[in-house]
């Protein structure tokens, strides 16, 4: 009776394990072109496949459709094709075809001095007195595993030097990755004060009025395509001018110069299609940060931030995203206004507020969009010109056009004034845009927008996260 059950059992077992191995493939290779430059373990790091792998018939368009996207996450390719042949039984043989993108990228570094382009504009009348200009060179991936260094000398509105190296680890071998940066910038017109939250600035030319340099390591951990930790140790030396420090002494809370050490330990795990402009995916972002490690140090912060991306396809061209931002300030103390973090600097704007800022160290914001692609197509140059073709044909620099309607609300918390009458106030703006895209990279977005002030305008953002 133990070996009729015996045998029943096993022949149950080969009865369903032969169907799951009928429909499944083997990989038997996986072969890259096109490395000029990256190194082939770099590349073989981020594919989800390698020789010897069993993948199911019926998911192998998503293995192949999530390797190529960890290969664009590296931001070392123009574009990314993986062609199957299973023309040898149940081996599947793979061929990745990758287009890098330019490394090196000497040039002029012209800026503009102001917050965006649209203060520059509007408040300042294209006044050519408020440009940076000086020579830069960025050197992506050095050694051909992804490292950068960049190098940024100035002079202009204000003066600045700059030199970073960066190497990140791979996601299945040589995890650990490492950089230091070296900065110094001054300038002679400062910020330093907000009315009716609009900057009002003090210049002199005889003498520097705010001067802050410093050195920044930081040590990172690649624990897969995904996950990411990284770990900054900076020091920062600032010292204000004196005509500065009698116009407005509370500046860096009632002293001439601060030095201080800051430490911050930030979390990453990232599930996007892309960085600059995903259409799928999510990702979470959660960092803590210590300025101030010694009873010494000139200031005493303790700051948390966290952010969250989602986007998902709602239709064959339609893509919904969805932004969400906080950041808290926990140590109780007098904020000296260089330290007070402010809407309308960086990443932390929000639509229809371009030309204003508000004051406040705790923050928070959702932004919603709705983007549709009207075209996706390949650039190419040469010495007729350039055309367009289809996104699938040859090589050539992949461009995309989407219309998007977005919408913001956000808030920072304590400073309320009188004069400043958006501090500590529920803010919403948004509307409709054109958006464009170039090497799956670089990001231009024309913006027309409305807040809650009932104010209209036509705003221009580069390579701004939406």
């Known amino acids: 009776m133990c070996r009729l059950c015996l045998l029943i059992f096993l022949g149950y077992c ?3 394990a032969l169907p799951a191995q009928d429909s499944a493939w083997v990989v038997g290779s996986v072969t890259v072109e096109g490395l000029k430059k990256t190194r082939l373990d770099v590349v073989r790091s981020y594919l989800c496949v390698e020789e010897g792998d069993v993948i199911q018939r019926g998911g192998l368009v998503e293995v192949l459709q999530h390797c190529r996207k960890n290969l664009l996450l590296t931001r070392l390719f123009r574009d990314v094709v993986i062609d199957v042949d299973t023309s040898q039984g149940e081996e599947l043989h793979l061929k990745v075809r990758v287009e890098e993108l330019w490394y090196i990228y000497p040039g002029l570094y012209f800026q503009l001095a102001d917050r965006n382009f649209n203060e520059w504009a509007q408040l300042h009348r294209y006044s050519l007195r408020r440009i940076n200009i000086g020579p830069t060179l960025w050197y992506f991936n050095v050694t051909g595993r992804g490292d950068i260094l960049s190098f940024l000398w100035h ?3 204000t003066r600045r030097f700059h030199l970073a190296y960066r190497r990140d680890g791979l996601p299945r071998w040589k995890k650990w990755g490492w950089g230091m940066e070296l900065f110094y910038r001054d300038r002679k017109e400062v910020g330093y ?3 009716s939250n609009r900057l009002e600035f003090y210049r002199n030319d005889d003498e520097v009025q705010l001067r802050r340099r410093g050195v920044e390591l930081y040590l990172t951990r690649q624990e897969n395509v995904h996950t990411r930790w990284t ?3 900076a020091y920062t030396d600032l010292r204000m001018g004196t005509h500065l420090y009698r116009l407005r002494g509370d500046f860096l809370g009632g002293e001439r110069g601060l030095q201080f050490f800051s430490l911050w330990w930030k979390y990453s795990y990232t599930a996007l299609d892309r960085r600059d402009y995903p259409l799928s995916g999510w990702m979470v972002e959660v960092l803590l940060r210590k300025d101030g490690l010694a009873p010494s140090d000139g200031v005493q912060f303790l700051y948390t931030d966290l952010l969250w991306r989602g986007y998902r396809s709602l239709g064959a061209r339609i893509t919904g995203g969805v932004v969400v931002r906080a ?5 109780e103390t007098e904020v000296p206004y260089y330290f007070r973090h402010f809407f309308g600097y960086g990443e932390h704007q929000l639509r229809g507020y371009e030309l204003y800022v508000v004051e406040g160290t705790d923050f928070g914001y959702l932004k919603a969009l709705l983007s549709y692609a009207l075209w996706r197509g390949k ?3 040469g010495w007729r010109g350039f055309h ?3 996104y699938r044909r040859g090589e050539g620099m992949p461009i995309e056009l989407y219309l998007a309607f977005q919408w913001d609300v956000g808030r920072v918390w304590t400073f309320a004034s009188v004069e400043n009458s958006l501090n500590d106030k ?6 409709p845009a054109v958006h464009i895209v170039w090497s799956n990279r670089y990001v231009m977005r024309i913006e027309w927008s409305i807040n809650r002030c009932g104010e209209k305008g036509v705003y221009l953002h580069f390579m701004r996260s939406y």
């Open 379 to 381: 650039m190419r140059i």
């Open 327 to 331: 950041q808290k300030q926990w140590i």
């Open 426 to 431: 529920v803010l919403t703006g948004g509307g």
């Open 388 to 390: 367009l073709s289809d």
């Open 155 to 157: 002079e202009g509105y």
């Open 193 to 195: 004060r907000i009315r």
């Open 14 to 16: 080969t009865s369903v």
């Open 231 to 233: 770990f900054h140790l």
